[in-house]
């Protein structure tokens, strides 16, 4: 624990006296997943530098673009700065001020008239990939009687907290503090994605410590091109990989047999699985040559210890548990869990945990089994997370009964959910629609009313509490702009005018006293704090062994057993791959990857600012050189990418680096600076591209398969310009 007279003012306080600065606030910046501490330095009322904080333990001082750009985004002017309601149809671009009182009255008044017509189900509140407020979203939608929270959670994160708990207890996270040996990076980029409990820089500062590196990526990264081994696979076979890993581990017995033998369940039953999965059918599978295979599987099990980065890019597929899973075992049977420079399952502070908050147990009992495709997503709805596509039946359809009403906070599913043309048919019909944002966004712009949401710099808020890296941090608010308010704020009043007032408070301070009582301190004293961490242990299982049903590390799913799933995990083919659709494959022959990472952009935020927009101006599809030559395609050409559910247009890059028979297109583009109503969402929207049938989804949690599909790809006809450079 560190306090703020801990704090050395030396920099600080020369940085105030050179550039006249009157303030500089500690805080927790949210521009993506969050985490890293920062120095904001007030001028004139008005941020005027923001820089990290060097005694973070998060970050250790680094920021990225979008911490730098944060003030570009608050002062914005096209930022939204007051309640509006949408006066005409809807995406007709006209909006009428109301007041707070209005907007929240309005809303409330729809969310009691259909509670009482149609029933609490008939109301789904939804966050994206968010601003810390599931806990009081899933809070008012619990209290409300709604099982449907909608989130990212089926196919991000979400998979990786439910196949931890179901497999060891909680979400393994690695132990950078005390240098891994041995990192994995799989799926992932840390370096520029900054994703959940992780930063680039403790990553980066392994490596310079000495840590080998693997690899596992269809694309030569920066870290693949640093790796003693890159696992070069081919899009959606990871499972395979790692069943082919650990089928050289556990034949070779180079696992570790103390925990195998006193620690696990089903060992026996994962021997069996796994030898269905030999070097030479894995070879063929993943595309990667069966000595590369064993040298990483040898690597990682013989060097101590060792840990395995990990990333959205594995759930975002059919095989999302399992995948998950597999990589919990790989660190489990090689003696690093819990271990030292290992895996760590760490404990928060002292505090009322997200899921208590979030009132869970207050659902009515019967309202679990209304949960959309609740029982044909068993996994995802025990952990209350339900499938978009349901949702969209829901309204277009009525299946399995009306939704109504749609609260979408921080979250711009037009953009970011897949079949993005049937997502925009069901905002269009739903019968009404609030929404939540610091922009009129595409998915805003089919709303009823939009309230203006607050940045990070402008709430007082504990940072990470929903992360298991075992560390809480206060947010402290810096600035007030316009009539912005807190998701916090806006909710905790909402639910006073729902009936809810009994539970919930006065003010959301209130909260934070209560969030943080446990520890016994108020919000004003944890304010004074830098941050506070949970107590660290190492090997906790060989005291009380591991919160599962079993005890123990199941290796055999006694949970997913239950629930009529496979126990053990396995290698599903992607429904689009050129070996589960080889006609489609003749008239589609490219293997489209989506969602790269951008260090400027979170998903579908911060293409209005300056700084961040000069980074990345157009949507990039990354082609072979040999595929471009063969489809007459130059580097910078405009293209056009084509699956079966429709086209989009985006700018060639032509690099190596990857096998020619894929390419790898941008997530998330619109263009806010095109003042249509539509602002170009269908224009480079590679979701236009995904499919959601629900055939193709992750059995248990209902992940939609959007990393992996097959494409066309051709030069596009004429000579205009993107939005984004006219």
């Known amino acids: 624990m560190k306090t703020m007279s801990d704090?050395?003012?030396?920099?600080?306080?020369?940085?105030?006296?050179?550039?006249?600065?009157?303030s500089a606030v500690k805080s927790h910046c949210r521009m993506c997943h969050g985490g890293c501490g920062v120095i904001v330095y007030v001028k004139n009322g008005k941020v005027a530098k923001i820089a990290g904080d060097p005694e973070c333990p998060i970050n250790h001082g680094t920021l990225c673009s979008k911490g730098l750009a944060s003030a570009q985004v608050a002062y914005h002017p096209d930022r939204l700065t007051y309640p509006v309601k949408r006066v005409g149809p809807k995406a007709s671009g006209k909006w009428e001020r109301i007041s707070w009182d209005q907007a929240l009255d309005t809303i409330a008044e729809r969310i009691l008239d259909y509670k009482a017509k149609y029933g609490p189900e008939s109301i789904v509140f939804g966050y994206g990939t968010g601003r810390e407020n599931e806990a009081v979203i899933y809070r008012i939608a619990n209290l409300l009687g709604s099982p449907n929270v909608l989130t990212a959670g089926h196919f991000c994160y979400g998979p990786r907290i439910s196949t931890s708990i179901i497999t060891c207890g909680t979400n393994p996270i690695v132990d950078y503090e005390n240098f891994p040996k041995l990192v994995m990076m799989w799926g992932n980029n840390v370096t520029i994605s900054n994703a959940d409990e992780y930063k680039g820089e403790p990553f980066s500062v392994a490596l310079d410590h000495g840590a080998k590196l693997i690899v596992v990526d269809p694309t030569l990264t920066r870290p693949a091109a640093r790796a003693n081994v890159w696992l070069q696979l081919r899009p959606g076979t990871d499972a395979a990989l790692a069943l082919g890993m650990l089928n050289v581990i556990i034949n070779e017995e180079l696992y570790d047999k103390e925990f195998v033998e006193h620690y696990t369940h089903g060992w026996q039953q994962l021997v069996e699985r796994v030898d269905e999965y030999p070097l030479d059918k894995v070879a063929a599978i993943t595309w990667v040559p069966?000595?590369?295979?064993?040298?990483?599987?040898?690597l990682f099990a013989t060097t101590k210890p060792a840990a395995i980065q990990w990333g959205v890019a594995i759930e975002q597929q059919?095989?999302?548990?399992?995948?998950?899973?597999?990589?919990?075992?790989?660190?489990?049977?090689t003696g690093n869990i819990d271990a030292p420079g290992g895996q760590v399952l760490n404990r928060t502070p002292s505090m009322v945990n997200v899921g208590q908050f979030g009132a869970h147990d207050l659902l009515?009992?019967?309202?679990?089994?209304?949960?959309?495709?609740?029982?044909?997503?068993?996994?995802?709805?025990?952990f209350a997370i339900i499938q978009p596509k349901c949702v969209w039946d829901a309204i277009l359809e009525d299946k399995p009964y009306p939704v109504k009403m749609l609260f979408f906070i921080s979250s711009n599913p037009v953009l970011t959910r897949a079949n993005a043309r049937e997502v925009y048919r069901a905002l269009e019909q739903v019968e009404f629609m609030a929404v939540a944002d610091f922009f009129i966004t595409p998915t805003a712009e089919l709303a009823d009313i939009v309230l203006p949401a607050a940045t990070w710099l402008e709430m007082d808020y504990i940072g990470d509490f929903w992360k298991r890296h075992g560390y809480i941090l206060p947010r402290r608010k810096v600035i007030q702009v316009g009539e912005c308010r807190s998701d916090h704020e806006m909710l905790n009043d909402l639910a006073h005018r729902i009936g809810q007032g009994e539970h919930w408070w006065d003010n959301f301070e209130q909260a934070l006293d209560y969030i943080l009582k446990p520890s016994g301190l108020t919000w004003n004293e944890f304010k004074q704090l830098s941050y506070l961490r949970g107590e660290r242990k190492y090997w906790k299982y060989k005291e009380r062994g591991f919160s599962t049903p079993t005890g123990k590390f199941e290796l055999y799913s006694t949970t997913l057993q239950r629930m009529g799933y496979d126990?053990?995990?396995?290698?599903?083919?992607?429904?689009?791959?050129p070996v589960s659709a080889p006609e489609l494959y003749k008239e589609y022959p490219y293997i489209l990857i989506t969602g790269k990472r951008l260090p400027g952009f979170f998903h579908t935020e911060n293409r209005q600012a300056p700084w961040l927009r000069e980074l990345h101006r157009d949507p990039i599809v990354e082609i072979h050189p040999d595929t471009a030559a063969k489809e007459g395609i130059k580097d910078g050409?405009?293209?056009?990418?084509?699956?079966?559910?429709g086209q989009v247009r985006q700018r060639a890059h032509l690099v190596l680096g990857r096998d020619p028979r894929i390419v790898?297109?941008?997530?998330?583009?619109?263009?806010?600076?095109?003042?249509?109503?539509?602002?170009?969402?269908?224009?480079?929207?590679?979701?236009?591209?995904?499919?959601n049938d629900?055939?193709?989804?992750?059995?248990?949690?209902?992940?939609?398969?959007?990393?992996?599909?097959?494409?066309?790809?051709?030069?596009?006809?004429?000579?205009?310009?993107?939005?984004?450079t006219r």
């Open 664 to 691: 790898s297109a941008q997530h998330a583009w619109w263009f806010p600076e095109n003042k249509d109503p539509r602002h170009g969402w269908d224009e480079s929207n590679i979701n236009v591209l995904t499919d």
């Open 7 to 22: 704090f050395k003012y030396s920099n600080v306080e020369r940085e105030m006296q050179v550039y006249g600065y009157e």
């Open 694 to 724: 629900l055939d193709g989804l992750d059995p248990a949690m209902g992940a939609s398969n959007v990393r992996t599909l097959l494409c066309k790809i051709y030069p596009e006809n004429g000579n205009y310009s993107c939005q984004s």
């Open 318 to 333: 059919i095989n999302c548990a399992d995948n998950d899973r597999l990589l919990i075992f790989l660190m489990g049977l």
């Open 290 to 298: 069966q000595e590369k295979i064993r040298a990483a599987a040898r």
């Open 364 to 382: 009515p009992k019967d309202k679990p089994a209304q949960r959309l495709g609740g029982d044909r997503f068993r996994l995802a709805s025990r």
């Open 637 to 645: 050409d405009w293209v056009v990418i084509e699956s079966r559910r």
């Open 567 to 577: 126990p053990l995990p396995q290698h599903r083919e992607p429904p689009e791959s």
